[in-house]
């Protein structure tokens, strides 16, 4: 199988920095793959996931999308970051709609799709609200809506439900997984949260070290979506532990 993103030999340095922040990074990612990506803080995930997306440049090695070496960012990826930005005086439907609006005017077709997807992730009748009238879970719900509404083949997702509290994040993760199935869609997704990595990947990758390293991948060899009460079963906790067991072994 072609890796629809190929990190070849990628080593990341700051400008000013007297040494890398990743290193040797080597990582391919399968068309419709759902990769979580783990690591202790300031071990350069976002960094990672903005190269992929073509928001940073590697200082040495390449990135291919779809066998094209990024330089910018591409209509195929769609970057979901970690503060949902919504326009406040904007409401649901024309948040959702906005990039089209960035290329085109909206027609009846993309207006119906967007409608359809509000309704698929759960605010149908919330159209019309503003984000001022939103909880913390809505707004990630309209953040996810948009991010899908120009199908792209590839999600980039920077701890997007991280603010959420314990039941509304676990309600976006059935979501998004059960959407990324419906679309096909290849995602990265890093969190801190081992076990919504597990829950919702086919593989994990720890990054790690000084300078950072992908260390090693798990995989998770469970179809999505995956049923809620996994998360209680042996099978689970079996992969959980050996990432926490071989995160605690960098210490
Ligand atoms: N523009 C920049 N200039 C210099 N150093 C930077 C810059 N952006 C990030 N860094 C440094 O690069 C390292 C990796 O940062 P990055 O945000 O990629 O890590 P992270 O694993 O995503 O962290 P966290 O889990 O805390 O979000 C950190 O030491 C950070 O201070």
């Keep these: 199988m072609t890796a629809i993103i190929d990190c070849q030999d990628v080593d990341l340095k700051f400008d000013g920095e007297h040494k890398p922040i990743l290193k040797n990074i080597n990582l391919q990612i399968n068309q419709g793959e759902f990769v979580s990506i783990i690591g202790k803080s300031g071990s350069g995930k976002t960094s990672l996931l903005q190269m992929i997306g073509g928001l940073l440049a590697p200082s040495k090695g390449e990135i291919l999308v779809n066998g094209q070496i990024i ?3 591409i209509d195929e990826m769609t970057y979901v970051f970690q503060k949902p930005v919504l326009l406040e005086w904007r409401n649901v439907l024309e948040n959702v709609l906005l990039p089209i609006e960035l290329k085109r005017r909206p027609n009846q077709v993309d207006r119906k799709k967007a409608k359809d997807l509000i309704e698929t992730v759960g605010l149908g009748g919330h159209e019309k609200k503003y984000p001022h009238e939103l909880s913390g ?5 309209v953040t996810l809506a948009r991010a899908l509404l120009t199908e792209p083949e590839i999600l980039l ?7 959420l509290d314990a039941m509304t994040k676990e309600q ?4 998004l997984v059960e959407l990324s199935v419906q679309f096909s ?13 597990v829950y919702l990947a086919d593989r994990v990758v720890l990054l790690g070290g000084d ?3 992908v260390i090693r991948e798990f995989s998770v060899p469970f179809q999505r979506p995956r049923l809620k009460d996994w998360k209680f079963e042996p099978s689970f906790t079996k992969i959980v532990k050996e990432i926490y067991d071989e995160i605690e072994g960098l210490k």
Aim: net charge negative; aromatic share 6%.
């Design 172 to 175: 976006m993760q059935l979501e």
């Design 71 to 73: 330089k910018s960012p």
């Design 157 to 163: 997702m920077d701890e997007p439900f991280s603010a």
């Design 137 to 141: 879970g809505m707004i990630s719900r």
């Design 211 to 213: 300078p950072a390293q």
């Design 185 to 197: 869609t290849t995602v990265i997704f890093i969190t801190h949260d081992l076990s919504e990595a």
